[in-house]
């Protein structure tokens, strides 16, 4: 399966001091077009325990979303069984297979990276960017952990920002879930 090229946001989900947060910024970019700015691509999901947030088609991700919720429920709550069950079922049904979008899930303690290639991948330390501007984002945040006292909140919100001002496919309107 080739790579989709995600260049449609940026989401970041970091863990600091037993905090978890995730951000998303709101624009929805269609060809060179900005369609929305205030989209809400990092949502809250199992009972309010779960972080997601996603980067590439929306209708798409909101089927992974519901997708991702029926397993976890299928599994108690386990979001990595479920991470993984969600990228087998992803990468093996024709229909699901076609899907173009990334997700990034996180609990209190573990955080995922799925894909439909069947990619499901936890960071080393706790802290997962994707979309076009999650690189960006990600040396923001490891940047901030190493030299401040922020919160996982304040840095995932200050690293959005940082990304707004480098990449063309995300803006400054940033939407951040936490976990205590």
């Not at 709101?26 to 369609?35: E, F, H, R, W």
């Amino acid at each position: 399966m080739t790579p989709i090229p995600i260049r449609s946001t940026t989401i970041l989900g970091i863990r600091r001091g037993g905090e978890v947060a995730m951000a998303g910024d709101g624009q929805v970019t269609l060809g060179s077009q900005i369609m929305k700015g205030g989209a809400r691509k990092v949502r809250r999901i199992y009972r309010e325990r779960i972080l997601v947030g996603f980067a590439g088609s929306s209708a798409d991700a909101l089927t992974l979303y519901e997708r991702l919720e029926g397993k976890l429920e299928a599994h108690g709550g386990n979001l990595s069984r479920a991470a993984v069950e969600l990228a087998r079922d992803w990468r093996g049904d024709k229909v699901l297979r076609r899907l173009e979008a990334l997700l990034v899930a996180m609990d209190s303690d573990r955080a995922f990276l799925i894909s439909g290639a069947g990619e499901v991948i936890e960071p080393d330390d706790g802290m997962i960017g994707i979309g076009s501007g999650g690189g960006y984002a990600l040396a923001a945040a490891r940047a901030l952990v190493e030299n401040t006292d922020l919160s996982a909140e304040e840095i995932a919100e200050r690293s959005l920002h940082i990304a707004s001002n480098l990449c063309i496919y995300t803006n400054s309107n940033v939407i951040v879930e936490t976990l205590p």
